[in-house]
């Protein structure tokens, strides 16, 4: 049997799926509503990308006060969880619930992993994460802040005691940061703590179609993790076009204010409704909870939003039973959510 010839933890690994369910109002994967064209990006095609991608990280170097040789691009962040976990290795530690490709690529990999409960405000759970920190002696610890899907932020003071108590690496996440009202990236401790890495991506305030994000920290750890990456990971145009947009900061920072006021406005709105639980964000979505005793099932739900021509994503396993995360639209969008879920809802109590 060829299937024989699969690798044993490849067979036992779920593959992360996207759900394709075609709705023209999608709240499903966090991206921004706004977008920017690309088409006035003219590069020829028969030369490949600059592998070093040195104008970008020049201009972002700039961008984030720190130097270019402390920067490492890759296509997307996920791409660089890959590149550290086969750098670095295992074991990992990561918290849960969190970003699921933490765990899909160490498995992938065949890295040691191992998860850590979130307490119930979804924030770290000191005693067991020192614990595990103790007992594993983990090289990896990825921290996503804001957290996907729970939307808070971890309290700062418990991250500063996980990076000055381990040993190993701790990945800053910050996917999300531009949308965090606090304002408070861990870019600036970077000179304080050698084993802090940031990153970031691109693919959250309007420019994923370009597969940007990137490494931040120590140029001994960024240089050992860019020997694993492939040479032209990043393409000809995602450069040309990451600079070009980003430059025009009034736009990108015009789509992530109207992103944070929806957000708020969204927030107060499912507050109200019957039988849910919103829980407050600091990033582009929000994550809220069917009470368990209402007559409308979470299957239910996700059907008849469809129906309305709406795909949020659903969520699963242990705290995120019964669990949304809807990505914050245009206002219209989001108005055209509260209206079905009112609608549903007050169906379902009939
Ligand atoms: C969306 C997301 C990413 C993935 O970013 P890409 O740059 O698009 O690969 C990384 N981390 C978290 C927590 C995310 O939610």
Same mark, same amino acid.
């Given at each position: 049997?060829?299937?024989?010839?699969?690798?044993?933890?490849?067979?036992?690994?779920?593959?992360?799926?996207?759900?394709?369910? !075609?709705?023209?109002?999608?709240?499903?994967?966090?991206?921004?509503?706004?977008?920017?064209?690309?088409?006035?990006?003219?590069?020829?095609?028969?030369?490949?990308?600059? !592998?070093?991608?040195?104008?970008?990280?020049?201009?972002?170097?700039?961008?984030?006060?720190?130097?270019?040789?402390?920067?490492?691009?890759?296509?997307?962040?996920?791409?660089?969880?890959?590149?550290?976990?086969?750098?670095?290795?295992?074991?990992?530690?990561i918290p849960a619930p969190t970003?699921s490709?933490?765990r899909?690529?160490?498995? /992938?990999?065949?890295?040691?992993?191992?998860m850590v409960a979130l307490d119930e405000?979804f924030?770290?759970d000191?005693?067991?994460?020192?614990?595990?920190?103790?007992?594993?002696?983990? %090289?990896?610890?990825?921290?996503?802040?804001?957290?996907?899907p729970t939307?808070? /932020?971890?309290?700062?003071?418990?991250?500063?005691?996980?990076?000055?108590?381990?040993?190993?690496?701790?990945?800053?996440?910050?996917?999300?940061?531009?949308?965090?009202?606090?304002?408070?990236?861990?870019?600036?401790? #970077?000179?304080?703590?050698?084993?802090?890495?940031?990153?970031?991506?691109?693919?959250?305030?309007?420019?994923?179609?370009?597969?940007?994000?990137? #490494?931040?920290?120590?140029?001994?750890?960024?240089?050992?993790?860019?020997?694993?990456?492939?040479?032209?990971?990043?393409?000809?145009?995602?450069?040309?076009?990451?600079?070009?947009?980003?430059?025009?900061?009034?736009?990108?920072?015009?789509?992530?204010?109207?992103?944070?006021?929806?957000?708020?406005?969204?927030?107060?709105?499912?507050?109200?409704?019957?039988?849910? %639980?919103?829980?407050? /964000?600091?990033?582009?979505?929000?994550l809220?909870k #069917?009470?368990i005793?209402?007559?409308?099932?979470a299957?239910?739900?996700?059907?008849?939003?469809?129906?309305?021509?709406?795909?949020? %994503?659903?969520l699963v396993g242990g705290p995120l039973d019964n669990c949304?995360?809807?990505?914050?639209?245009?206002?219209?969008?989001?108005?055209?959510?509260?209206?079905?879920?009112?609608?549903?809802?007050?169906?379902?109590?009939?």
């Amino acid at each position: 049997m060829i299937e024989d010839l699969i690798k044993p933890n490849i067979k036992a690994l779920k593959a992360y799926t996207i759900e394709a369910t !075609p709705c023209s109002i999608r709240l499903d994967a966090n991206e921004s509503p706004y977008g920017f064209p690309l088409g006035q990006f003219r590069l020829p095609t028969n030369r490949y990308p600059d !592998p070093d991608a040195r104008s970008l990280r020049r201009f972002l170097a700039e961008k984030w006060g720190v130097e270019p040789e402390c920067i490492l691009h890759g296509n997307g962040s996920d791409e660089l969880i890959y590149y550290l976990l086969t750098a670095i290795g295992g074991p990992a530690l990561i918290p849960a619930p969190t970003f699921s490709m933490y765990r899909i690529i160490a498995e /992938s990999l065949g890295e040691k992993n191992f998860m850590v409960a979130l307490d119930e405000q979804f924030d770290l759970d000191m005693e067991p994460m020192l614990a595990a920190i103790k007992q594993n002696n983990p %090289k990896l610890i990825f921290l996503s802040r804001p957290n996907n899907p729970t939307g808070n /932020s971890f309290t700062y003071g418990k991250v500063i005691e996980i990076i000055e108590k381990t040993g190993g690496l701790v990945i800053l996440d910050e996917a999300y940061q531009p949308f965090s009202t606090r304002g408070d990236s861990f870019v600036d401790l #970077l000179p304080r703590y050698r084993n802090l890495l940031v990153m970031r991506t691109l693919s959250k305030i309007g420019l994923a179609a370009l597969r940007l994000g990137f #490494l931040i920290g120590d140029k001994a750890i960024i240089e050992a993790v860019n020997k694993v990456r492939l040479p032209y990971n990043v393409n000809s145009l995602s450069q040309a076009a990451a600079i070009g947009i980003l430059e025009d900061e009034k736009s990108i920072e015009k789509g992530i204010n109207s992103v944070i006021d929806e957000r708020d406005n969204l927030f107060a709105e499912l507050s109200e409704l019957d039988g849910i %639980k919103a829980y407050s /964000s600091n990033a582009n979505f929000i994550l809220f909870k #069917l009470n368990i005793n209402s007559p409308l099932t979470a299957d239910a739900l996700h059907k008849k939003l469809i129906e309305d021509d709406i795909l949020i %994503k659903k969520l699963v396993g242990g705290p995120l039973d019964n669990c949304f995360r809807v990505t914050v639209g245009t206002p219209k969008e989001n108005a055209a959510f509260i209206s079905s879920m009112k609608k549903i809802i007050e169906e379902t109590n009939k």
